[in-house]
């Protein structure tokens, strides 16, 4: 089975094509994550897809033949503002602060570009979440955590932040990090060798 490689250090996209049973080898895109604010968010979130896949693509340029690569991005998004990593623990708290009790959107997009065509497809995913009323103390208990580092809007759906998640209307993987039904299908329709005929 061909090799796709990932353009992230993300564990949790590692982690589901593991599950999907592909291989895959991790180039880090380390792109300056910059969303471009004079176009809607969705399609800002697939332009920095986009952009992590073209920038691996660089670095392989001279493989033969051109490789799967897979990128992906994720926001959040309440009262159309744009919630990425948070710079610091002040930052994550302040993020927290706004999200708790409310429902806010997630937007994930992914890209893949085939090795093989050298044509590159991009989706992306919108999701809700809904929190609870959070007091000082669970904000302050939740930063204690460290699961605010590194991920879009300063929590993790798939960790310790579900204790504070009334409701998800979307796409739970999505929401980790990677839209799976829609990565798969762009696969298939990419005519990528899928487990178990692959």
């Known amino acids: 089975m061909?090799?796709?490689?990932?353009?992230?250090?993300?564990?949790?996209?590692?982690?589901?094509?593991?599950?999907?049973g592909l291989p895959f080898e991790v180039i880090p895109s380390h792109i300056?994550?910059?969303?471009?604010?004079?176009?809607?968010?969705?399609?800002?979130?697939?332009?920095?897809?986009?952009?992590?896949?073209?920038?691996?693509?660089?670095?392989?340029?001279?493989?033969?033949?051109?490789?799967?690569?897979v990128g992906a991005d994720t926001i959040v998004i309440l009262d159309e503002v744009i919630y990425g990593k948070a710079d610091d623990r002040e930052d994550a708290r302040l993020m927290l602060s706004k999200l708790q009790g409310r429902t806010h959107e997630v937007i994930t997009a992914v890209a893949l570009f085939n090795?093989?065509?050298?044509?590159?497809?991009?989706?992306?995913?919108?999701?809700?979440?809904?929190?609870?009323?959070?007091?000082?103390?669970?904000?302050?208990?939740?930063?204690?955590?460290?699961?605010?580092?590194?991920?879009?809007g300063?929590?993790?759906?798939?960790?310790?932040?579900?204790?504070?998640?009334?409701?998800?209307?979307g796409s739970f993987s999505s929401i980790v990090g990677l839209p799976l039904r829609e990565f798969y299908v762009m696969l298939r329709d990419n005519n990528f060798p899928l487990p178990p005929g692959g």
């Not at 061909?2 to 999907?20: D, F, V």
């Not at 300056?32 to 340029?61: F, G, H, M, T």
């Open 154 to 169: 300063s929590y993790r759906v798939q960790g310790l932040a579900a204790c504070f998640i009334t409701a998800i209307n």
């Open 32 to 69: 300056e994550e910059i969303l471009n604010d004079q176009v809607e968010p969705r399609q800002a979130v697939q332009e920095l897809a986009v952009q992590k896949v073209n920038s691996v693509r660089q670095l392989c340029r001279d493989r033969e033949p051109q490789p799967w690569i």
């Open 2 to 20: 061909e090799t796709i490689i990932l353009a992230s250090a993300s564990p949790q996209r590692q982690e589901y094509l593991r599950q999907l």
């Open 115 to 152: 090795g093989r065509k050298g044509n590159l497809d991009c989706q992306s995913v919108v999701s809700t979440i809904s929190f609870a009323p959070m007091s000082h103390d669970e904000i302050e208990w939740y930063l204690d955590t460290g699961e605010w580092q590194g991920a879009a």
